[in-house]
């Protein structure tokens, strides 16, 4: 018997065709986040005042940029989903590797793949890498967002039952149980809260500190994500990794969680670093 909840706003994975092309809304969250975030990445980097001493990129460089990270999140979050969530059945039918099409993205992955990417480019650009992937930071908040956005349009990434909260929707694919719409939790922690708080971040102390804002970023990206995982239904080849159970008072370690773990260390060690001006660039560096 289906219990109460809110129905799920159907809404076509689709969002327009031209001939037997199909662009869908998962797509276009990439797409829209890389260039939202290319945008205020220009304008950050146009802003002297926030780099000074640090060497501050062109506005050829974030152009370029952007073709590096879009590279390394489509190629590094599509292993991390393949290594970390579902390995055994890409070993079973590895040409569905590729069918990058039908979803399958891990954040982590895409984090590597971006920040590897961002640490190569700044390398052949005699830029310091700390810096831009401070930047990069301070902009992926807005990708994050819209990502977190698709995944609700997409009706996937459901949270966990909650038969008696009030704004519980029941999803298509997610049996008769209202759950919470850990999608749209997501995006208002790791999107929108974090992006102010990454805003906030910049104003106060610029790019001056390299790798202070971007461990400010891996801690508050943990922190969201650990927080949103409670209400998040595990991946269903993984389920829980440690202890649980359906019920969310009742927790359990998931993939996520698990992940998130070093990112909030390497955040911490980060900050303490930066702080300390352990990341500064030493004066025969700079003239080098």
């Keep these: ?12 994975p689709i969002a327009f065709s031209i001939g037997p092309f199909a662009v869908r809304w998962y797509a276009l969250a990439y797409v829209v986040g890389l260039m939202g975030g290319w945008f205020y990445a220009k304008r950050l980097a146009a802003r002297t005042a926030l780099w000074t001493p640090s060497p501050q990129p062109k506005p050829t460089d974030i ?6 990270v879009a590279l390394g999140v ?24 590729f069918a990058v ?16 990417a961002i640490i190569l480019f700044a390398r052949s650009r005699g830029l310091n890498a700390l810096t831009i992937l401070d930047l990069a930071s301070t902009v992926a908040p807005i990708g994050l967002f819209f990502g977190r956005i698709a995944n609700f ?20 694919h997610g049996g008769p149980i209202p759950r919470h719409p850990s999608q749209l939790y997501e995006a208002f922690a790791e999107g929108l809260i974090l992006f102010i708080v990454m805003a906030i971040a910049v104003r106060r102390f610029g790019f001056r500190k390299p790798g202070l ?32 159970s359906m019920s969310f008072l009742a927790g359990g370690i998931t993939m996520g969680m698990l992940l998130s773990v070093p ?22 560096t700079e003239a080098a």
Aim: aromatic letters at 14%; one cysteine or more; hydrophobic letters at 50%.
């Design 1 to 12: 018997m289906p219990l109460s909840g809110l129905a799920f706003p159907i809404i076509d």
């Design 63 to 68: 152009d370029d940029l952007i073709v590096w």
């Design 74 to 97: 489509v190629l590094g979050g599509r292993t991390g989903y393949v290594l970390f969530y579902n390995l055994s059945a890409y070993l079973a039918h590895p040409l569905e590797i």
């Design 101 to 116: 099409w039908r979803g399958g993205m891990s954040f982590h992955g895409g984090f590597l793949g971006a920040a590897l």
């Design 153 to 172: 349009i997409n009706g996937e990434l459901w949270g966990r039952p909650a038969p008696d909260f009030p704004y519980a929707i029941v999803f298509p």
């Design 213 to 244: 804002v971007g461990g400010i970023f891996l801690l508050g990206y943990a922190m969201a994500r650990i927080a949103c995982e409670f209400f998040r239904e595990p991946d269903e080849q993984l389920g829980f990794l440690f202890g649980g």
């Design 263 to 284: 990112m909030a260390i390497a955040g911490i060690l980060a900050i303490a670093l930066a702080a300390r001006g352990r990341t500064r660039p030493s004066a025969a």
